[in-house]
């Protein structure tokens, strides 16, 4: 992960609240943005088998191609997270959405393997823009529900992610590769809604007088114990994505090999895994708010370690249910995290989101490649034997200090 940054930061202006109408049209557009970034990023995905004919691609060019965007997105993150804490851009959106179109644009009109990298490249780019602005508008538009606004926020985004294979299934799987420039269509409807965020945000946050304390905002624990938390949040963060990253780049191929599905039948199978994580999404947030986010982490990483162990050895109905299963309770998680290190580093909204998105993507990206060359070497059924075990890193969760009660003290 990023190096932890300095516990005293610079004032950060409090604006005057927003009506709560406006907090939540602002917060409903800005989930609508993250289903779009996150649906064109789950269509590469989604779209494997129709480019592993097209290119005659191996598992590990696969993995490749995934870890070119995510690489791309996790570097850039915390690096533009840092930038716009002190130098807003409020129409950042906007671009990023802009080259998340023009990927997708190449995409579909690629002659060769390296056209699909350049064009993976460029939504990795577009995302790395989208997630620490659009972070820092959500909590700014929170009115103080924070794991709430972060709930509704990814799961906007989770919902996107579980639309890319029902969309490949339903149109690229039968009309080709090219039909991924239909997609360009409903991106760009995005980026005319994100110009709409970009002018709130600068009429409500930048343009007014700000409101603010002359003393630096400073963290309620030690720098060495911030550094310290920070890492353990990267390890959970590590097990949680990891093990997703066997689900979104394998699941289908595991399926279609293990129990003989055709692939619009486990692209299907995908997509009820995705809704199921875009449940736990949502269901995160507000119960970390309601009883704690350290109890909310504990439940979600450790308490998913049966249902994964039991995973690869069941039938194809066991194996629907339990996915199901870990969906739901697994990825209620990373809401609880963000906010609780968000909360652990105050002042640094931008890139603690892009820390953690970005170290999530990367993750992914890494995982993708290196679990595509297991797959490769000892076959997609192992790949699910040797990520059961992940969840297990949960018990970390111990290490955490309860940054909720000393706020309250």
């Known amino acids: 992960?990023?190096?932890?940054?300095?516990?005293?930061?610079s004032p950060v202006a409090t604006p005057p609240a927003a009506a709560e109408s406006t907090t939540f049209l602002i917060l409903a557009v800005l989930a609508a943005g993250h289903l779009v970034n996150d649906m064109m990023q789950s269509?590469?995905?989604?779209?494997y088998p129709v480019l592993k004919v097209?290119?005659?691609?191996?598992?590990?060019?696969?993995g490749v191609l995934t870890m070119s965007y995510q690489i791309t997105a996790s570097l850039l993150q915390p690096v533009i997270g840092l930038y716009t804490d002190r130098r807003p851009l409020p129409y950042a959106l906007f671009v990023g959405m802009g080259f998340i179109t023009a990927g997708l644009l190449l995409l579909a009109a690629a002659p060769s393997y390296g056209v699909l990298l350049v064009a993976a490249v460029s939504i990795g780019i577009g995302s790395a823009i989208f997630h620490p602005d659009a972070s820092r508008m959500v909590r700014l538009a929170s009115g103080g529900r924070h794991g709430l606004a972060q709930s509704l926020f990814q799961v906007g985004g989770n919902f996107g992610t579980a639309l890319g294979p029902l969309a490949a299934a339903l149109v690229v799987l039968t009309y080709g590769q090219s039909s991924v420039a239909w997609f360009a269509v409903i991106s760009l409807g995005a980026m005319a809604m994100l110009w709409k965020v970009g002018g709130w945000?600068?009429?409500?946050?930048?343009?007014?007088?700000?409101?603010?304390?002359?003393a630096p905002v400073r963290a309620a624990l030690p720098k060495a114990r911030v550094v310290a938390t920070l890492f353990v949040l990267g390890l959970l963060v590590f097990s949680k994505f990891v093990y997703t990253s066997s689900f979104t780049s394998y699941y289908t191929f595991y399926l279609i090999e293990r129990f003989g599905l055709s692939v619009e039948s486990a692209q299907l199978h995908l997509f009820a895994f995705l809704g199921a994580v875009a449940a736990g999404t949502i269901l995160g947030g507000p119960i970390g708010d309601r009883i704690g986010r350290r109890i909310v982490i504990w439940v979600s990483i450790l308490g998913v370690l049966p249902f994964t162990l039991l995973l690869p050895h069941v039938d194809l109905w066991w194996t629907g249910v339990l996915s199901v299963v870990i969906g739901v309770v697994l990825a209620s998680a990373f809401p609880a995290i963000v906010v609780y290190a968000q909360e652990l580093v105050p002042g640094r909204?931008?890139?603690?989101?892009?820390?953690?998105?970005g170290f999530a993507f990367g993750v992914?990206?890494?995982?993708?490649?290196?679990?595509?060359e297991v797959a490769d070497a000892f076959g997609i059924a192992f790949v699910y034997q040797i990520c059961a075990f992940l969840p297990a890193i949960g018990l970390l969760t111990v290490f955490l200090p309860d940054v909720e009660g000393r706020k309250r003290r």
């Open 1 to 9: 992960m990023p190096a932890a940054p300095s516990v005293a930061v």
């Open 43 to 47: 269509l590469v995905a989604a779209i």
């Open 54 to 62: 097209n290119f005659a691609l191996d598992f590990g060019q696969i």
């Open 201 to 214: 945000y600068k009429r409500t946050h930048l343009d007014r007088p700000a409101v603010a304390s002359t």
């Open 349 to 357: 909204v931008g890139m603690v989101a892009g820390m953690f998105f």
């Open 364 to 372: 992914a990206g890494i995982a993708a490649a290196t679990l595509g």
